[in-house]
């Protein structure tokens, strides 16, 4: 039995239009938390999601081996391939603009805040995100098996092993917390495991970023 429903979800995104970043994410989850209390967890950092050539990054509030709650986006644009899954994905954009387009599609379907995109299992989508553009994924299914789409290119091709690992480790906390939610007896074993995965993804987090040295500090030596 699915925990959330679509359409809830979606709401709670149409809450947040209008307001600025990052504001908007934290409303939508506070939104979502109305309707399901106890259920998300604030506190998982921002990760990069490097998948089907579009690079994003996601923050992520609920996750289970069936379902998951996430924004997503990114500031400056991407586009790829959405992935053919055995999951179902709805995605309500909040910020910016999408466009997407479909096997035998010969226009583009444009979608704004507000709008609302589903992609099916076994169905696929070409993406651009143009400028950039930020929307809430609810996605049910079997969720595991879609995680070789979503690393795959982290491990070959961008030898992101941090970010790698990172993606288990969340995934791995949210899932204790999910099951630890349902079958209170598993508690004593999903804690410590949640505990430790979110130690992990915590401990991983990139520095602050460097800003260039001025060419007047730096000095030479002979």
Not at 2 to 25: N, R, S, T, W, Y
Request: glycine share 8%; hydrophobic share 40%; charged share 20%.
């Amino acid at each position: 039995m699915p925990k959330f429903d679509p359409e809830i979800v979606h709401k709670c995104a149409l809450a947040c239009l209008g307001k600025p970043k990052p504001q908007m994410f934290d409303d939508f989850a506070k939104a979502l938390a109305v309707y399901y209390p106890d259920t998300l967890d604030f506190s998982q950092p921002w990760i990069y999601s490097i998948a089907g050539g579009a690079m994003i990054q996601m923050k992520l509030y609920y996750a289970s081996t069936s379902e998951y709650i996430m924004i997503w986006g990114t500031p400056i644009g991407s586009e790829g391939h959405s992935g053919r899954h055995f999951t179902g994905f709805w995605d309500t954009v909040i910020d910016g603009e999408t466009w997407y387009y479909a096997e035998g599609q010969f226009e583009k379907t444009v979608y704004k805040p507000g709008d609302r995109i589903y992609v099916g299992p076994g169905q696929a989508r070409a993406m651009n995100f143009t400028n950039g553009v930020w929307a809430v994924e609810y996605a049910r299914g079997y969720i595991p098996a879609s995680m070789p789409f979503g690393v795959a290119e982290e491990i070959f091709i961008c030898v992101d092993y941090l970010t790698v690992v990172q993606t288990f480790s969340l995934y791995t906390d949210l899932i204790m917390q999910a099951w630890g939610q349902k079958v209170k007896i598993l508690q004593p074993v999903t804690k410590p495991v949640s505990w430790v995965s979110h130690k992990i993804t915590r401990t991983l987090e990139p520095a602050p970023e460097v800003k260039e040295i001025p060419k007047k500090n730096i000095r030479w030596f002979k």
